[in-house]
T-cell receptor, first 114, second 112 residues
Framework: GDSVTQMEGPVTLSEEACLTI???????????LFWYVQYPGEGLQLLLK?????DKGSNKGFEATYRKETTSFHLEKGSVQVSDSAVYFC?????????????FGQGTTLQVKP | GAGVSQSPSNKVTEKGKDVELRCDPI?????LYWYRQSLGQGLEFLIY????????KSGLPSDRFSAERTGGSVSTLTIQRTQQEDSAVYLC??????????FGQGTRLTVV
């Protein structure tokens, strides 16, 4: 079945460091890919998404590129801030429909220290 | 309200009791989803409602779990004869058709 694998955390970085959180997927067909973020005490929020191969999603300085050849959707940010501390989830959905029916990775906790 | 509202925010129940969890989606959203977030299993899809279509129940872990959505709006997730392994955070999300899903803050269920 479809699945998503994320790098395990926690990831601890100093402010202004570069961030990469790896995400790979297994799916039939052409899934849409997402990164969600869960800040402390808050609900899940969509961070960015990509719906087809080679698409790049971006938001708040974060980027991820849909790589079909490597079945990956790694999350990157050039300079993290303390306010980026949160749990990040990679997810996929089947095709362009049912974008709320998601298969999630295990989540990666990011801690950014001043 | 502006967002997805879930109640209660916390629920402690005794093993074997039934519980009901409520979700108020964003007004006008046609799709509603339930997920479970637990330490051992991560985030798991449970059930999906879209308009008047039959719900997709493919993620419900056992027949002790059921959900309904009345009038295309409010949804209730019911867990019968709760077990300790049901302890988790239950998340609800809604979307307008196939656009971005917005999540509530969840109900933390503890079965003692």
């Amino acid at each position: 079945g479809d699945s998503v694998t994320q790098m395990e955390g926690p990831v601890t970085l100093s402010e202004e460091a570069c961030l990469t959180i790896n995400c790979t997927y297994t799916a039939t067909g052409y899934p849409s890919l997402f990164w969600y973020v869960q800040y402390p005490g808050e609900g899940l929020q969509l961070l960015l998404k990509a719906t087809k191969a080679d698409d790049k999603g971006s938001n708040k300085g974060f980027e991820a590129t849909y790589r079909k050849e490597t079945t990956s959707f790694h999350l990157e940010k050039g300079s993290v801030q303390v306010s980026d501390s949160a749990v990040y989830f990679c997810a996929l959905s089947r095709g362009s429909s049912n974008t709320g029916k998601l298969i999630f990775g295990q989540g990666t906790t990011l801690q950014v220290k001043p | 309200g502006a967002g997805v509202s879930q109640s209660p925010s916390n629920k402690v129940t005794e093993k074997g009791k039934d519980v009901e969890l409520r979700c108020d989606p964003i007004s006008g959203h046609t799709a509603l989803y339930w997920y479970r977030q637990s330490l051992g299993q991560g985030l798991e899809f449970l059930i999906y409602f879209q308009g008047n279509s039959a719900p997709d129940k493919s993620g419900l872990p056992s027949d002790r779990f059921s959900a309904e959505r009345t009038g295309g709006s409010v949804s209730t997730l019911t867990i019968q004869r709760t077990q300790q392994e049901d302890s988790a955070v239950y998340l609800c999300a809604s979307s307008f058709r196939d656009t971005e899903a917005f999540f509530g803050q969840g109900t933390r269920l503890t079965v003692v």
